[in-house]
């Protein structure tokens, strides 16, 4: 009892310590709260797919009821804004080379006549598609507005596809997006955090001084990990806030679940960015091979494009990437309301992850060769 | 030409923001003439205001008022034209160290332009004196210290100048690497009639120097010939010789803490040389010496140096007495090795750093571990702390084997390191609070022993640690490495960088641990500090050379005609160089 009681003295200790070393820093203690709180913001209203604003312009050489009625129909989703009536196909590929329509819509003379005729009338959608996910979503928008008009002009088509989409009913990519943050922002800063504890000490020589004192490898690695899994933690906690109250993006999920994803998605980051600071010789190189890290972690993690759709190669990579089991639990939890049976498999990668580097960096504390 | 000074200053004051945010004079109110074709010294404790004088001389700094010419030429106005003629070695020089020495040589002889025509002459000129011309496909990186600031002071003078302005260019550099160093600095003043203007803390340095100028605190506190400053001394300085069986550092220690009657007192050659105010009278001093006997001896600079520095600190009682030992619990026999250290050996690759070296420590004893740059004396050091695993060996400290019982036996260490190596945006308490922890106290036995430590070393518990003043810093570094009043306190070159009086004071602290039990390990490159020491090692290319009291190592160069332990040490290692030589030779 004694023996445990000293034990765990020594680790608060340190921890204390580092707690301490954290908060002191002026700038640090702006670090640990405006930026997730800025990201979160800045990723909630600025990295959106959806269609809210499309410019389009239009050649109708038609002129007739039918022409009108589309357009009307058009003009009515508040989505598709007029920007120009043209009058020669002539002006049709400069307003695109500008930028000035997403879309043009060319209806052609004979449209009035066929669609009273009831024959097939060929309308032309020519897209911008510099911007290819942004012009398909448009294309997919007017193709469902043709349709709606079809019907009402009673030509109905043998099969109709009727679509719910589960989870995110309006496929707001918000949705999508926000909950991924809860991992991914705080990502970015606890393997910052971590990489650089180490490394400081290094660099300023303080980490000789911990060494010679009775602190065994596995009390000096509690001591560092305890700090940033708490801190990496809080981030999360902040981005999770924002989601729930400022974008009202209902959670379906148990928190204490998501905390569990989280904390174990946390120490396996902490892991990660605990063995660069044990190998860094500086801050300055501890920085450059977190920044080497992030972007593959983030480009390989499913945030913004689905893991699925990468090579085989790729996929079998992101075993290694505990951002995109951390992405996929959050989200499963938030959104589906996953419960533990269901993302049991998503913790074998992350513990995995965290099994290897944490002990690996307590090892390299003091073996790494001067 | 001789008649003109190189350079004139005139009531000259600089003032800088201190890292607690109050103003200070860097230079406050010099006035002084530099004369040409001669070696000048500027001479003074660190923070005196040595570099920013030179810094302003080379134009890198603005003076605050007052005027400053060098070589004729208003410097603050016309920077450019300065230091198109002068050449300035600051104290950290910018080598390359991918480059190889041939290629930095180059490179500094393209900044500054010099013609091609001109260029193999004088490389081979500096290449010579430096004797780096085996050399110059290394890279620079990869040369010994020494080797680097001869290096340094090649690329320095790459074109011939008409000034050349050194800054602490023996600043850690070992005996053998200072003493080239300063003959390639003579000889140029003696062939080339060069004007050389060189700051330096060491006192056998400024001897050398035609004109020395002391500083202390941005202030001049004397200008003159070494043979006038000298004189200031004259009358009081004394040598004193202990009693049979007790150690010179301790009728040191009764010395200085009596800065009543003795102004400076330090361990030489086995005695003491002290220097006594003039004004107190024989009777009072025999009642100091007691048993001791004493006689007068020639005054050096050194006298001089310190005489000043008391008279502008002492004043204010820079150094009190640091009391009496502070208790320390021993327990054990006295006479117990407490470091064994027996075929110890060090490889990194291919190189060996330690070879096969054996030694022991008894407790209560104060050890010194010497050796030029790069000799292995910092890797035995830190196998000795545990910071570095032995290649193989047996090692045993505080009598725990350090191979199976690493952690316990840093329980009974204490460590303090050559840079100041705790946590600076912490308070002194704060830090003192972490470390005490690390070594398990806590609760009331902690409370206690940090209000013990903050009253021993006078510290400030709210101070902000990183903007302690050096002297302070390393006080706190020593309260933090015998909190948990260990029965080692291992201390690696604890007084580069602390002035003269903090020195003094810091050993005095040393002998009061020693004689409380506690075991000292210690590295060091001033040589005079040996001789506080109960034993030295000197180490060279990782072998042990000379093992013994500091009498019994100058006794091993007698021969050579050592008389102090500087010249000792030159001795020792050349001697091991030559026989490695020879070895190396008859394979």
């Given at each position: 009892m004694?023996?445990?009681l ?10 204390h ?14 670090l640990l709260i405006?930026?997730a709180l800025?990201?979160?913001l800045?990723?909630g ?12 312009a ?18 009515g989703?508040?989505v598709?804004?007029r920007?120009a009536?043209?009058?020669s196909?002539?002006q ?5 080379d ?5 879309v043009v819509?060319s ?14 009338a060929?309308?032309q959608?020519?897209?911008d ?5 942004t ?6 928008y007017?193709s469902?507005?043709v349709?709606?008009?079809n019907?009402?002009l ?5 099969i109709?596809?009727v679509?719910?989409s589960?989870?995110n009913?309006n496929?707001?990519?918000r949705w999508n997006m926000?909950?991924g943050?809860i ?14 504890s180490?490394a400081?000490?290094?660099e ?14 596995l009390?000096?690695?509690i ?5 940033s899994?708490?801190?990496?933690l809080?981030?999360s ?18 928190v204490w679940?998501?905390?569990l ?16 600071s044990a190998?860094?010789?500086n ?9 080497m890290l992030?972007?593959?972690?983030m480009?390989?993690s499913?945030l913004?494009?689905?893991v699925?759709n ?8 992101t ?11 959050v989200?499963?939890?938030y959104l ?24 690996l960096?307590?090892w ?5 060769l001067? | ?10 009531n000259?004051?600089?003032?800088f ?10 230079i ?7 004369r040409?074709?001669?070696?000048t010294?500027?001479v003074?404790?660190?923070?005196a ?5 030179i810094?302003?001389?080379?134009g890198?700094l603005k003076?605050?008022?007052?005027s400053?010419q060098?070589?004729?030429i ?12 002068i050449?300035y070695m ?9 480059l ?7 490179l500094y002889?393209?900044?500054h332009?010099?013609p ?12 010579d004196?430096?004797?780096l011309?085996?050399f110059?496909e ?5 040369l010994s210290?020494?080797?680097?600031q001869?290096?340094?002071?090649a690329c320095?003078l790459?074109?011939s100048?008409d000034?050349?302005?050194?800054d602490e260019?023996?600043?850690g550099v ?7 160093l300063?003959?390639i600095?003579?000889?140029l ?9 060189v ?7 400024a001897?050398?120097?035609g004109r020395?100028v002391?500083?202390?605190h941005?202030?001049l ?5 070494p043979?006038?400053?000298r ?9 004193a010789?202990p009693?049979?069986?007790t150690?010179a550092?301790?009728?040191?220690a009764?010395l ?24 107190e009278d ?15 001896r020639p005054e050096e600079?050194?006298d001089?140096?310190m ?8 004043e204010?009682?820079a150094?009190?007495p640091s009391g009496?030992a ?8 006295q006479?117990?090795?407490v470091i064994v250290?027996r075929?110890?050996?060090?490889k990194?690759?291919d190189?060996?750093?330690?070879a096969?070296?054996?030694?022991e ?5 104060i050890?010194?571990l010497?050796g030029?740059n790069?000799?292995?004396?910092t890797?035995t050091?830190?196998?000795?702390c545990g ?8 090692l045993?400290?505080?009598g725990r084997?350090l191979?199976t ?8 260490i ?19 609070e ?10 009331q ?6 209000a013990?430590s ?19 810093k390393?006080?706190?570094a020593?309260?933090t ?9 291992f201390?690696d ?9 903090a020195?003094r ?8 641990l ?12 001033f040589m ?7 034993r030295?090692?000197?180490q ?8 013994g009291t500091?009498?019994?190592?100058r ?9 102090d332990m500087?010249?000792?040490f ?18």
């Amino acid at each position: 009892m004694r023996r445990c009681l000293d034990y765990l003295a020594k680790v608060w200790a340190l921890v204390h310590k580092e707690m301490l070393t954290l908060v002191k820093d002026p700038a640090n203690r702006t670090l640990l709260i405006v930026p997730a709180l800025m990201q979160a913001l800045l990723y909630g209203y600025g990295a959106t797919y959806d269609l809210t604003n499309v410019p389009y312009a239009v050649l109708d050489q038609s002129r007739g009821a039918a022409s009108t009625e589309l357009l009307a129909r058009l003009d009515g989703t508040g989505v598709f804004h007029r920007v120009a009536t043209l009058t020669s196909s002539g002006q049709l590929a400069g307003v695109i080379d500008r930028s000035e329509a997403l879309v043009v819509i060319s209806i052609p003379s004979d449209f009035e006549e066929r669609v009273a005729a009831g024959q097939q009338a060929p309308l032309q959608v020519i897209l911008d598609g510099r911007n290819s996910s942004t012009a398909g979503s448009a294309a997919s928008y007017v193709s469902s507005i043709v349709a709606s008009y079809n019907q009402s002009l009673g030509n109905v088509s043998s099969i109709a596809v009727v679509s719910r989409s589960w989870f995110n009913p309006n496929l707001e990519s918000r949705w999508n997006m926000m909950p991924g943050l809860i991992a991914s922002l705080s990502l970015i800063q606890t393997l910052m955090l971590a990489a650089l504890s180490v490394a400081r000490e290094r660099e300023q020589g303080t980490f000789d001084q911990l060494l010679v004192t009775p602190f065994t490898p596995l009390q000096i690695l509690i001591g560092k990990a305890v700090p940033s899994i708490l801190v990496g933690l809080l981030q999360s906690t902040i981005i999770f806030l924002i989601i729930l109250f400022w974008f009202k993006i209902p959670m379906n999920g148990s928190v204490w679940l998501l905390y569990l994803a989280l904390f174990t998605f946390t120490t396996a980051s902490v892991g990660i960015g605990l063995s660069i600071s044990a190998v860094a010789l500086n801050m300055q190189q501890a920085m450059l091979y977190t920044f080497m890290l992030i972007m593959p972690f983030m480009l390989l993690s499913g945030l913004l494009t689905p893991v699925r759709n990468m090579p085989e190669a790729l996929q079998m990579l992101t075993y290694a990437n505990p951002l995109r089991f951390g992405i996929d639990t959050v989200r499963r939890i938030y959104l589906e309301g996953a419960g533990l049976g269901d993302i049991a498999f998503n913790f074998i990668p992350l513990l995995a992850v965290a099994i290897i580097t944490l002990p690996l960096a307590a090892w390299l504390f003091r073996n790494r060769l001067a | 030409m001789n008649e003109t000074p190189t350079v004139v200053v005139q009531n000259l004051c600089k003032a800088f923001v201190g890292p607690d945010g109050k103003r200070f004079a860097a230079i406050d109110h010099v006035s002084m003439a530099v004369r040409a074709g001669e070696l000048t010294a500027l001479v003074g404790p660190d923070g005196a205001g040595k570099t920013t004088l030179i810094r302003m001389m080379a134009g890198l700094l603005k003076p605050d008022s007052g005027s400053l010419q060098v070589l004729g030429i208003d410097v603050a106005a016309h920077p450019q034209s300065v230091q198109d003629r002068i050449s300035y070695m600051p104290q950290r020089f910018g080598l390359y160290e991918d480059l190889s020495v041939q290629e930095n040589l180059d490179l500094y002889a393209d900044l500054h332009g010099v013609p091609q025509e001109q260029r193999h002459e004088r490389f081979t000129r500096m290449l010579d004196m430096t004797d780096l011309a085996r050399f110059t496909e290394r890279p620079a990186g990869k040369l010994s210290g020494g080797m680097k600031q001869k290096l340094g002071l090649a690329c320095t003078l790459v074109r011939s100048p008409d000034l050349l302005i050194l800054d602490e260019p023996s600043v850690g550099v070992d005996p053998l690497s200072r003493r080239d160093l300063w003959k390639i600095v003579q000889q140029l003043v003696d062939e080339e009639q060069l004007s050389v203007i060189v700051s330096t803390a060491y006192m056998d340095e400024a001897e050398r120097c035609g004109r020395v100028v002391v500083f202390n605190h941005g202030r001049l506190l004397a200008d003159g010939s070494p043979g006038t400053l000298r004189q200031r001394a004259r009358g009081m300085t004394y040598t004193a010789s202990p009693p049979q069986g007790t150690p010179a550092r301790e009728l040191q220690a009764r010395l200085i803490d009596r800065p009543d009657l003795i102004i400076d007192a330090v361990p030489r050659g086995g005695n003491v040389r002290f220097i006594r105010r003039a004004e107190e009278d024989e009777p009072r001093l025999k009642d100091v010496l007691r048993d001791a006997p004493y006689e007068p001896r020639p005054e050096e600079l050194e006298d001089a140096f310190m005489m000043l520095l008391r008279q502008q600190e002492g004043e204010k009682g820079a150094t009190k007495p640091s009391g009496e030992a502070p208790s320390i619990a021993v327990n054990g026999r006295q006479d117990q090795p407490v470091i064994v250290v027996r075929d110890l050996v060090r490889k990194f690759g291919d190189f060996t750093a330690v070879a096969s070296t054996s030694f022991e420590v008894i407790r209560g004893e104060i050890f010194g571990l010497l050796g030029p740059n790069g000799a292995g004396k910092t890797t035995t050091f830190r196998m000795l702390c545990g910071l570095l695993p032995a290649t193989s060996g047996y090692l045993e400290v505080a009598g725990r084997n350090l191979r199976t019982a690493r952690a316990e036996a840093r329980g009974r260490i204490g460590y303090v390191s050559q840079k100041f190596a705790l946590y600076g945006n912490l308070s002194v308490r704060e830090n003192l609070e972490f470390f005490g922890g690390a070594y398990g106290l806590r609760g009331q036995t902690l409370k206690e022993r940090i209000a013990a430590s903050l009253e021993q070393f006078d510290l400030d518990p709210s101070a902000q640690s990183g903007i302690l003043p050096p002297g302070y810093k390393q006080r706190l570094a020593m309260a933090t490495g015998l909190l948990h009043q260990p029965d080692i306190l291992f201390l690696d070159e604890p007084t580069s960088g602390i002035d003269p009086l903090a020195r003094r004071a810091f050993w005095r602290t040393i002998t009061a641990l020693a004689k409380g039990g506690v075991t000292i390990v210690i590295t060091t490159h001033f040589m005079e500090e040996a001789e506080y020491c109960d034993r030295i090692a000197i180490q060279d290319a990782g072998k042990m050379l000379a093992l013994g009291t500091p009498q019994q190592v100058r006794e091993q160069t007698a021969a050579s005609g050592a008389q102090d332990m500087n010249s000792a040490f030159i001795a020792i290692v050349e001697q091991g160089r030559a026989q490695r030589e020879i070895a190396a030779n008859s394979i």
